[in-house]
């Protein structure tokens, strides 16, 4: 049974950071690309980060970008997000996706439950 096991959110004041982890088991993932998105309450659910497996190439939203910083070890089949500089808006269940190829986030892909980031002001 595939398995994306999400860890290390938390509450944090503004300015502080966190660094959350997603375990994948189940199958290999080699090949596969692997992102974060996230959902704050009263939203849509969007795309945070994303890494490919082959050349390690990333992509950010441009939100996060400069304070958040992904990576993955494929060796443990678990990819990490730094997360620096946290604001306020950045409250929200963060989840992670693992899919075929240099895509993720259909919702077809592989989908973990989420762990929940509270920022406080």
């Known amino acids: 049974q595939v398995q994306l096991v999400e860890s290390g959110g938390g509450l944090v004041q503004a300015g502080g950071s966190l660094r959350l982890s997603c375990a994948a088991s189940g199958r290999t993932f080699s090949g596969y690309a692997m992102g974060w998105f996230r959902r704050a309450p009263g939203k849509e659910r969007e795309f945070v980060a994303a890494?490919?497996?082959?050349?390690?190439?990333?992509h950010y939203a441009e939100s996060v970008k400069g304070r958040f910083t992904i990576s993955r070890d494929n060796a443990k089949n678990t990819v990490y997000l730094q997360m620096n500089s946290l604001k306020p808006e950045d409250t929200a269940v963060y989840y992670c996706?693992?899919?075929?190829?240099?895509?993720?986030?259909?919702?077809?892909?592989?989908w973990g439950m989420g762990t929940q980031v509270t920022v406080s002001s």
């Open positions: 890494i490919s497996w082959s050349l390690g190439s990333t």
């Open positions: 996706a693992a899919g075929p190829g240099e895509r993720v986030g259909l919702p077809n892909d592989y």
